[in-house]
């Protein structure tokens, strides 16, 4: 059974310690969240799982593969994908073009020189891509430029570049930042989805507890850098800490 598996993980920037000591399992096939106050750690977390940042202390398993030995291109051949807090659009490019950008991956250099494969290759992707975006309701806009689409779509966008990647695993940073109630609803209904119809086991950072209680199988909380609290919405909602530091009287209304 996959998983991923942090072990004492310890990360500092100058005299900044960002995480300590952090330890946690996550199953296959969960909905984990990582929540906590701003500079808490998150990003930095996912940060070290994909590879743009190395930790000076612990492991990150994931299936065994140790993926601190990893660039982030290998570690996304490995089967885990990410989307970003600050959106990785380029709004000159169609939300085809902005998806497609995420299998890069998978293209090989000699189709960068043989036109022929490489249109067979495109083809591929786009039938991907296409149905990608089916799934997360945004079907037709392919031709689009990104420039101008309204911020909800462009967060989809930002989903689905991860999800061509054909993650097991896909962390998302703050997929609900910016959305209004409506938006939000369905942010949440999409990330059930990703783990009940595609089967991908989801680690999720977000500010929303509504949206958070509502979908996370096991939420584990920060508090600069170290865990305060972990466990099934139910015993974090109310566990003292977290009420008292992070989330007041907001869950309980
Ligand atoms: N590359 C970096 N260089 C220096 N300091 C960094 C770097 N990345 C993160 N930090 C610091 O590490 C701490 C944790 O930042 P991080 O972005 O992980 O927080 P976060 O929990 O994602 O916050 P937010 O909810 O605002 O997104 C902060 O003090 C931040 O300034
Ligand atoms: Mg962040």
Known sequence: MSNLSIQNLHIHFSG??????????????????LIGPNGSGKSTLFNCINGFCSPQRGSIKYNNVDL??????????????????????VPFMTLLDNILLGAHHR??????????????ERGREEALALEVM???????????????????IQKLV???????????????????AGMNDQETLE??????????????????????MNLVMNISDRIC?????????MGEPEEVKNHPKVIKVFLGDEVHA
């Open 134 to 152: 089916d799934f997360l309701g945004i079907a037709n806009f392919e031709k689009k430029y990104l420039s101008g689409q309204p911020y909800g």
């Open 16 to 33: 900044v310690v960002a995480l300590d000591e952090v330890s946690f399992d996550i199953k296959e096939g969960e909905i984990f969240s």
């Open 221 to 229: 909380v920060l508090d600069s850098g170290r865990i305060l609290a």
């Open 107 to 120: 293209l090989t250099m000699r189709d960068t020189f043989t036109r022929w494969i490489s249109r067979k």
């Open 187 to 208: 942010i949440g209904k999409i990330i059930s989805e990703i783990r009940d119809i595609l089967n991908i086991t989801v680690l999720v950072v977000e500010h929303d």
């Open 158 to 176: 930002e989903i689905a570049r991860a999800l061509i990647c054909k993650p097991k695993l896909i962390l998302m940073d703050e997929p609900a």
């Open 68 to 89: 601190l030995a990893r660039r982030p291109h290998e570690i996304v051949k490995h089967g885990i994908s990410r989307t970003f807090q600050n959106l990785q659009n």
